[in-house]
């Protein structure tokens, strides 16, 4: 399918998804939105929940991989089974394609995706999917022959050392055409792969997608970057945001239209500016300090105001937590439900960055991280928990109002102030704190919403009150 027809039908769905799209910028995301990641959602479960997710105050709602992929454990339907459970299966498969088709058996098919997309539109909510052109599935033999018959054959799919396990990450040749965690490396450079991709992309945006997490972008090389031996130019950022066609197929929509960010893990030796001249970015090192604060239940264990990150804050994807730090090293899966509510309201309640809260499974506990431990499935209720959906209402509502940041003496109590208009007040701690922090709201007293707390401010700018355990608080000037 040729990419100006996918482009007629995509624009017309693009003003119906997005109620204020105008002809300028049709669907240009803002600041003020929030992310759900519903990490492991089928595309039913997310359709039929989708007016809960608006109710909640998410703008936009980010679906794991949709495309192709490796059927492993025949098929099961776990999130991550243990040698002896009944139920096989693991969650990582969906990052394992096989074809860069739509539809897989993990969370549905193309038509399924269609239908959760119309509901969406319904509710004024973007759909974002998580996209990986950087490597195929681990099983070699389970690639589609059309992939390989579309791309040159099957010594044209993947970089020349695309099978040779990357050893020096910090090595940007390593990183950028090596094989990661057992992944073979595709040669994205490939003008081949680049239409062939690039058609599944247009595919999504015809179904009413209207934007892209690219997974494990760090891994795709930049124009500075050395190339592959195969390669003649490291043109693929500029194939997959519309700068440039691959033999005839371009992106569909103006990439300004769309809400694109990468996984670029920050290290050493990866160009955070260079990647962000396409792109938003994730801001990883900045989750890492919020959990440390959470951790140590104190303020003070790390510097909350600085992002950590060379490029502007308004164009980073914030998180407490993410799916690999909750699933692979079970980094932030220890920290409890009201640590990451916490956490999730002081990254709502800032003025920049664009927050992505990560939907943990149901039933879930901090002895059994996978709890109910099923693909497709919803997941906890944590997405609409009083406090997240009042810290999503409390952001849009602050819109344009500048921050200060307060932190108590004792680091137990950070605050949020926006200018005078409002101010958000979280106890990192697991005790009863009494409240006395500076602030930028006018003197006065206020009621919390959620908790029906009540605070006052006196007139030298102190705000006093107090605060119940990992408990948040959203004021407002009246």
């Known amino acids: ?15 119906a998804c997005n109620p204020s799209a105008t002809d300028d910028n049709p669907g ?46 025949d098929g099961g339907m ?45 509710y004024g909510v973007r759909v974002i999917v998580d ?33 040779t396990p990357i050893r020096d990450y910090d090595d940007r040749l390593q990183c950028t055409t090596g094989e990661m965690g057992g992944l073979p490396d595709v040669n994205t450079e490939n003008p081949d792969f680049q239409a062939y991709y690039m058609q599944y992309v247009n595919d999504l945006l015809s179904l009413g997608v209207r934007g892209f997490r690219y997974d494990t972008a760090r891994h795709i090389g930049l124009p500075s970057d050395p190339k592959d031996p195969k390669a003649e130019r490291n043109n693929f950022w500029d194939v997959a945001t519309g700068r440039e066609a691959a033999n005839g197929v371009q992106l569909a929509l103006p990439a300004d239209s769309l809400f694109i960010y990468g996984e670029v893990l920050q290290s050493r030796n990866v160009k955070e500016t260079e990647y962000a001249e396409y792109m938003d970015l994730c801001a990883s090192n ?43 090293a079970n ?18 309640a800032r003025q920049h960055g664009r927050p992505l809260f990560y939907s943990r499974p149901a039933g879930s506990t901090r002895e059994n991280y996978w709890g109910n431990n099923r693909i497709g499935a919803r997941g906890n209720d944590e997405f609409f928990h009083p406090e997240v959906v009042a810290a999503n209402k409390f952001r849009k509502d602050m819109k344009g109002y500048p921050e200060q940041i307060f932190f108590s003496e004792d680091g137990a109590i950070g605050e949020v102030a926006r200018g005078s208009k409002g101010a958000a007040v979280i106890n990192f701690t697991d005790a009863l704190q009494q409240v006395t922090i500076k602030t930028s709201l006018p003197a006065g007293k206020y009621t919390d919403a959620v908790h029906q707390s009540t605070f006052e401010v006196s007139s030298d700018s102190i705000l006093t009150g107090n605060a119940a355990p990992l408990a948040s608080y959203l004021l407002y000037r009246k």
């Open 131 to 163: 996209v990986l052109p950087n490597h195929t599935a681990v099983d070699r033999s389970a690639i589609i022959a059309s992939l390989d018959s579309a791309v040159g054959g099957r010594e044209n799919l993947f970089h020349e050392a695309g099978l």
């Open 331 to 348: 980094e932030s899966a220890g920290l409890t439900d009201d640590q990451i509510r916490a956490g999730w309201v002081w990254l709502a």
């Open 78 to 122: 776990a999130l991550f089974s243990q040698p002896g459970d009944s139920v096989r299966g693991k969650w990582y498969y969906y990052y394992q394609p096989t074809d860069w088709k739509v539809g897989n058996y993990m969370l549905g098919t193309r038509d399924q995706l269609k239908a959760m997309c119309d509901s969406a539109a319904k």
């Open 28 to 73: 240009a995301p803002s600041e003020d939105e929030v992310i759900l990641h519903a990490w492991s959602w089928s595309f039913d479960t997310i359709a039929a929940n989708m007016k809960q997710i608006a109710d909640a105050g998410y703008a936009i709602v980010q679906t794991s991989p949709a495309q192709t992929c490796f059927v492993g454990e």
């Open 286 to 328: 900045y989750g890492h300090s919020l959990r440390k604060a959470l951790e140590n239940h104190n303020v003070n264990a790390t510097d909350l105001t600085d992002w950590r990150h060379p490029v502007a804050p308004e164009h980073l994807v914030t998180w407490v937590e993410s799916h690999d730090t909750y699933c692979n």
């Open 1 to 15: 399918m040729k990419f100006y027809h996918l482009a007629a039908a995509a624009a017309v769905a693009l003003t």
